[in-house]
Structures are given as structure tokens and as C-alpha cells.
């Protein structure tokens, strides 16, 4: 059994969330031998710790359906890959093509016929025990389950060019727009300051603006906020929302919904801030102060005012 | 132009997971059922296009004989029919759900395919891939906008900050994210017009599951609550002090 791993790239470099994807599939084959593929991007396969690193040479920009054909032609038993966007969106494809079964943001695996599995569900908030059954078994790696491989090696590196069908090109990226706003995203600020519905109303986040400005931060909010049309689905922390990894997370009128939690476990510190001394979120913050948000929010902008001078 | 939409019936989970006694399922008993979030956006976005183009929106769901709620849901938004591939509410893998869904499809023929991105609950990442496959037409996921032109679909996937475009000719299947629109509330007469159009039922054949679910854990807490700072404003310079340790203020 080799293990082929599906290596995203950028700028010449493996990306983070492949090189978790590769730790988790060197435990999985043991001993066994593990292969990567890349498209494109022989630099970055140069010092990856595995056997052979399979580089397809394909032109033109992200294509799914291609990479996919590309990597299913290299026949693989085993086929890991991140469970980024990009990692689940080609390991659907090529499961249809090798016939295989797909797991979806594993954390866990364990081989043999079946394979073992533990894979989340509703974004972490729970965990799912199952099987792999068939000939041909793929898996996606949960972000941050499992730290990165470290240790370089020495592949072989060996360039193919795969056949690919005409339908395999039809959805492909033909441009791209840059949305960047030139200001701090949500995903990357080190401070966010969320509210939800217990903030009251649209006007009620400026005082959760103006301490995220102090904070070198930025606002975000529950899904009951974008769903009530306060704020806009970009500011949304969550499941469906974005996933934050701030340095401090400071949740304001959130009860602690797993459908929010699941957005925020990447935090560092949490400082809850709420009405409600029973609220679910209490069991996650490692922080709490208890009352009304609307008094509290100012009281620490002023208080945060008066220490600096 | 005809638009055909894929929804899953959630529970809406609150703060805390309780498993069955078999493990393999939520205790729902106190919990009420919603279409999963990036699938109540994908049937916004199909009233919309029809809104805009002209056509019907039919909805179609995988679920117990219950999830007719969902689907009338999708009714008092906008849809025209619906179709439940009833089951005895038990978990479907990802293969056996995309089979049945493409067999339906493939004689309901409609231009365009809308799922959601992945389910809140199961999270599979590949039912719509899977049945686009099954009916031979392209597939783009994840969108956050999606317009129709001379019977070309333009879509819009975030990648960071900033947005990849792809452009395929229809019909199509695609998969949306929660983000893409802000789907309506139903009107009272809406809700009552959906109580009258029709739901056809169908049984769907359920393969051996080669992705099999062996049971579910809940992961364990920190066991521990939060460590309170105080109570109301007084509680502001023992936060500021916070600030302070943990070098952001």
C-alpha cells in the first residue's frame, strides 16, 4: 500500500494544511511508502518527506475536474489531501473517478479493510466513528488536527502529463477579482469583538467598534445577526461564516451556539461577555464578565482611555 | 428556465449535542428542524433566478416523512413543487444520497442544480459533485454569487481575498455558501399558498454504505467554566488588566 498524498502549493512553498494532510498520512501508512502529488510546482515537491513526489504538468488556472483526472491517474489505493475548499472540492471529484469512498475532514484514521475513521460533523461539534470500505479509500484532513510534517526529505521528482477529457475543463477559473479591502480581515486580525443578538440592534455594535479599533481588531457577529440583516454575511463568525484564530476573542451577547462555536474554536483566548452567568459559552470562555453588554463595552473603552492617558 | 434545489432537514442545535441511546444520531425530541443554512440560500437564489428569468423552482429533499416540513418551507419562499425520497430518517452516506438525487434529476431534466456548499450536520463535501457526475454536466462549488446570461452561468467562488470567477454553459449543477443572498421570511399568505401546492413522495433504494457510520462521540469539554472577571461596568479595569497580561492593549 502506498499512501498518495494531494500537496497544494503557492509561491514555490507546500501550503500549511497540505503539509498537516502529509503528517497525518505518514502515521496512517506506517512503514508503507507515501507519495505526493502535485499540479504544477516542482519547487515546492523539492523537499517534501516522501518517496515520489508526481508533478502534473497542466496549464491554465484552477480547474478541478483536471486536477482530479490528474491525480486519479496516478491509480491511487490510499489518496489524502487538506480538508481546505480546494482539498474537499478535488477529492469528490477523483472519488467518482477511482470508484472510491470519500471522508470528509478526518482527524483521525487507522488502516486495514475497512479503514478506520474519526471525521467531524457540524464543524467540530461532533465527532463521527466510521468505516472505509472498497478498494480505493480517500480521506480529507481536518484544519489544525494534526500538526504539520516537519522533516525534509529527498523525493524523486517525476513530471507527468495527464490525458484529460474535454468536459474536465469546462469549470475552471477564468479571473480573478481582488476583493481585498486593504484593511484587517476577520480570519487574520489577532483581536475580534463579536456581537450577537443580545447586542439589540444595528446601532447597538458602535461601542463594539470602537473597542475593537483600540484592540488593533475587528467586529464580528453570530448568524442571528446577518440572519436578522444587522450586519453584512462577511462579518459572520461560524459554521457557515468565517473561522477566526485571534490571539483573544471577545464574544458580547453570544449565548454559544455550536453553529458560532464552530467558527471560533481556532482562538486563543476567550473573553465572554453576557447577561447570562448559564449561557453554553461560559463552558468555552476561559474569561467571563456577567451583565449587560451595552453598560460593560463602554465602561472598558473608557476604562482602556483613562490607563493609556 | 427550470431550477431544481437540494435541501437537508437539520436539527437546530442550540449550545449542547445529546446523542440516542444508539449513538448514531442527535436526541432530537426537544430540538426544532430547519434546512441546513447554505441550502435555505440555495432556494433563495433559485426563486430569484426564476424571479428574474422565468421557470419553476422544484425542491427536493432526502429525509424522513417529516422533512415535508423543509419543503414546504421552500414552497412558502418561492418553490413550485417539491419531491421527499422518504427514508426511515436513518443516516445516508454520501453515495447512496447522491444516487437517489441523480436518478430524480436526470428525469426531472432541469437547467440548473443547486446544493449546498456541505450539509451542517453530516458535512460530507461531495453530494452535488458526486451527482453532477451521475448526469454528466459541470460543477462549480462554493459560490457567493451566481448570475445567469445567454444561458451561461457565471459564478463567484471566494479564494482568500479575493474572488475566482468561472463561466460554464447550463445546464450545470453548482453548489452556494450562506452569504450569497439574505434569503426572505415568508408572508403569512405564502406560508398558507405552500400548504396547497404539491409534494410528491418517492421511495429511494438505498445502497451498502462504503462510507460507514459506526456511531458518534460528543468531544469532551474543558470541564471547566469560564473564570468570572465581575459583574456590569465595575468589572472594566479587571478586564483592561486582562488586556494588558495578554499583550493586546
Request: overall charge negative.
Amino acid at each position: 500500500m502506498t499512501v498518495l498524498v494531494f500537496v497544494e502549493h503557492a509561491a514555490g512553498e507546500p501550503d500549511e494544511l497540505s503539509l498537516q494532510a502529509l503528517a497525518f498520512a505518514l502515521d496512517f501508512a506506517g512503514g508503507n511508502g507515501v507519495d505526493a502529488v502535485l499540479i504544477g510546482g516542482a519547487d515546492a515537491a523539492s523537499d517534501l518527506p516522501v518517496g515520489t513526489a508526481h508533478v502534473a504538468e497542466l496549464d491554465g488556472g484552477y480547474a478541478p475536474q483536471a486536477w482530479a483526472r490528474a491525480i486519479a491517474q496516478l491509480e491511487p489505493s490510499v489518496l489524502v489531501a487538506a480538508g481546505s475548499e480546494r482539498g474537499n472540492e478535488v477529492l469528490a471529484h477523483a472519488a467518482v473517478m477511482t470508484g472510491g469512498a470519500l471522508a470528509a475532514n478526518c482527524v483521525a484514521a487507522a488502516p486495514g479493510d475497512p479503514a478506520e475513521v474519526t471525521r467531524m460533523r457540524w464543524g467540530g461539534s461532533l465527532l463521527e466513528e466510521a468505516r472505509i470500505h472498497g478498494p480505493v479509500k480517500l480521506m480529507t484532513v481536518a484544519p489544525h488536527a494534526v500538526a504539520p510534517a516537519t522533516a525534509a526529505g529527498d523525493p524523486a521528482v517525476a513530471p507527468f502529463t495527464p490525458e484529460l477529457r474535454d468536459e474536465d475543463l469546462v469549470a475552471r477559473v477564468v479571473e480573478r477579482v481582488d476583493t481585498s479591502t486593504g484593511g484587517l480581515s476577520l480570519a487574520e486580525a489577532p483581536v475580534v469583538v463579536s456581537g450577537g443578538r443580545g447586542v439589540g440592534s444595528p446601532e447597538g455594535f458602535a461601542p463594539l467598534e470602537e473597542l475593537a479599533g483600540m484592540l488593533g481588531g475587528v467586529v464580528g457577529c453570530s448568524r442571528a445577526v446577518t440572519m436578522a440583516g444587522w450586519r453584512s454575511h462577511t462579518d459572520q463568525v461560524g459554521q457557515t461564516g468565517t473561522k477566526i484564530s485571534p490571539e483573544l476573542y471577545i464574544p458580547c451577547g453570544i449565548s454559544g451556539a455550536t453553529q458560532h462555536m464552530a467558527g471560533c474554536k481556532g482562538a486563543k483566548k476567550l473573553l465572554a461577555i453576557n447577561s447570562d452567568p448559564e449561557a453554553p459559552i461560559m463552558a468555552t470562555a476561559d474569561y467571563a464578565v456577567i451583565g449587560d453588554v451595552a453598560e460593560i463595552v463602554p465602561a472598558i473603552t473608557a476604562e482602556l482611555r483613562r490607563v493609556s492617558g | 428556465m427550470d431550477v431544481l434545489v437540494c435541501v437537508k432537514r437539520v436539527p437546530l442545535t442550540g449550545g449542547k449535542m445529546v446523542l440516542t441511546a444508539d449513538e448514531r444520531g442527535i436526541e432530537t425530541r426537544h430540538l426544532g428542524f430547519t434546512v441546513s443554512p447554505h441550502e435555505e440560500c440555495g432556494v433563495e437564489e433559485a426563486v430569484r433566478l426564476v424571479e428574474a428569468h422565468g421557470g419553476s423552482v422544484t425542491v427536493v429533499t432526502l429525509g424522513p416523512p417529516e422533512a415535508e416540513e423543509q419543503l414546504r418551507d421552500a414552497l412558502a419562499i418561492g418553490a413550485d413543487r417539491a419531491i421527499l425520497l422518504e427514508t426511515d430518517g436513518s443516516d445516508w452516506d454520501p453515495e447512496s444520497t447522491a444516487a437517489a438525487l441523480a436518478d430524480v434529476i436526470a428525469a426531472d431534466a432541469p437547467d440548473l442544480v443547486i446544493f449546498g456548499n456541505e450539509s451542517a450536520d453530516a458535512g460530507g463535501y461531495q453530494v452535488g459533485i458526486r451527482v453532477a457526475h451521475a448526469l454528466g454536466r459541470p460543477c462549480v462549488t462554493g459560490l457567493k454569487a451566481l448570475a445567469v446570461e445567454d444561458g451561461q452561468l457565471r459564478g463567484e467562488q471566494e479564494s482568500g481575498s479575493a474572488r475566482d470567477v468561472y463561466r460554464v454553459p447550463l445546464p450545470a449543477v453548482v453548489t452556494v455558501k450562506e452569504g450569497i443572498n439574505l434569503p426572505r421570511y415568508p408572508s403569512v399568505p405564502a406560508k398558507l399558498r405552500a400548504r396547497r401546492k404539491p409534494v410528491e413522495r418517492r421511495e429511494p433504494e438505498r445502497r451498502d454504505a462504503r462510507l460507514e457510520l459506526v456511531r458518534l462521540v460528543v468531544p469532551e469539554g474543558r470541564g471547566r467554566q469560564a473564570e468570572v472577571l465581575g459583574e456590569g461596568p465595575s468589572a472594566a479595569p479587571a478586564v483592561v488588566e486582562l488586556f494588558q497580561r495578554l499583550g493586546v492593549a
